[in-house]
């Protein structure tokens, strides 16, 4: 608790500066034959009536200028990679906030993994999505557009939950796909089991599930309660080659019940590079989402799934706000690189 005051005072000193129009759009990049439709967030000096961008039935858009020009400078560039079923607006409240103290960001839909189209045995594919990761800053930096206006020497990485982990595996984390399968085996209802419970995980590739997919690129990464932790090997986690902030929810689920996914105990594990960990008290997993719709619980009743959208509105907007407190107190020295002309 203490740390995360700390943060908050630091966050009231570096997010004093007029913020940024945000801006958004559609554009589609590809990672080999696995297309990534991303939702491009980005500065604009441009003025005029914002949108809301990325809604769903289920979740709140935010507001944006679609296809606005691209503001003047060279801008810190975020990848935002989602969790198991969400999409490139699942951290769009994130973005918001980084776009407004002057960054690029990405999200892209990650196939296999994303919403109507999360398929559990593709999505155990987990290299997949770091290559994405690394695909999307590929991309970005041969794009005619966005190439000029991006420092390549501030790329950042944020993920939740999967996304989390992909977040740290782009940096040099690592998973053994025997301690998964073992793991699973003594706890099959484990959250970062369940979901995989019908797959025949011995008919995964060990060599892709326990690669290295540093990407040197990457000078930061942030995982928002990420999935997969009890899998990391702490060597590799002493060896990751850029500073990690881990913020982690207090629980799973909403509710009472205190399983968490112990992210914090990442932090134990720094070594060349500092590993921070923040706990978000009364947080829970599904937080790190959208703010809910007034006909979510309704819709997410039927489906079963009623925990995603268990928090009151005013517990979620906490959590989202004590996360950026944490994020832009974290990236402050990539964020005061010069940005341009407001």
Avoid at 22 to 32: E, H, K, M, P, W
Avoid at 281 to 293: A, M, R, V, W, Y
Wanted: glycine fraction near 8%.
């Amino acid at each position: 608790m203490k740390k995360l005051w700390i943060l908050c005072l630091l966050f009231s000193s570096v997010a004093t500066a007029a913020p940024w129009q945000v801006a958004s759009r559609l554009q589609t990049f590809y990672n080999g034959d696995r297309p990534l439709v991303s939702r491009i967030y980005y500065p604009t000096h441009a003025q005029g009536q914002p949108q809301q961008v990325g809604g769903r039935p289920v979740f709140a858009g935010i507001p944006a200028l679609p296809d606005a020009p691209t503001a003047t400078g060279h801008f810190p560039l975020m990848i935002i990679s989602h969790g198991s079923g969400g999409n490139n607006s699942s951290q769009a409240w994130l973005a918001k906030a980084l776009v407004e103290q002057g960054m690029i960001v990405v999200a892209a839909n990650h196939p296999g993994s994303t919403s109507g189209d999360s398929i559990p045995a593709k999505s155990l594919e987990l290299w997949q999505q770091t290559r994405d990761i690394s695909a999307l800053i590929d991309a970005m930096l041969k794009d005619g557009t966005w190439q000029p206006r991006i420092n390549a020497q501030a790329i950042g990485v944020a993920g939740h939950s999967k996304g989390g982990y992909s977040a740290i595996s782009a940096i040099g984390g690592q998973v053994a796909l025997k301690d998964f399968i073992a793991g699973c085996q003594r706890q099959p209802r484990s959250p970062n089991c369940l979901f995989y419970a019908d797959v025949n995980k011995n008919s995964i590739s060990a060599t892709q599930f326990d690669a290295n997919y540093t990407d040197a690129r990457i000078r930061f990464a942030i995982a928002l309660d990420p999935g997969m932790v009890p899998y990391l090997q702490p060597a590799s986690l002493r060896k990751i080659n850029a500073p990690l902030l881990v913020i982690a929810a207090q629980r799973f689920m909403p509710g009472s019940d205190p399983e968490s996914l112990g992210a914090e105990s990442l932090a134990t594990h720094s070594g060349q590079q500092p590993i921070k960990a923040v706990v978000l008290p009364g947080s829970n997993h599904f937080d790190f989402l959208q703010l809910c719709t007034p006909a979510a619980p309704e819709i997410l009743a039927e489906e079963g799934e009623a925990f995603i959208c268990g928090s009151s509105p005013t517990e979620r907007e906490r959590a989202h706000q004590q996360t950026i407190a944490a994020v832009l107190a974290f990236i402050q020295p990539w964020l005061s690189a010069p940005a341009g002309n407001r």
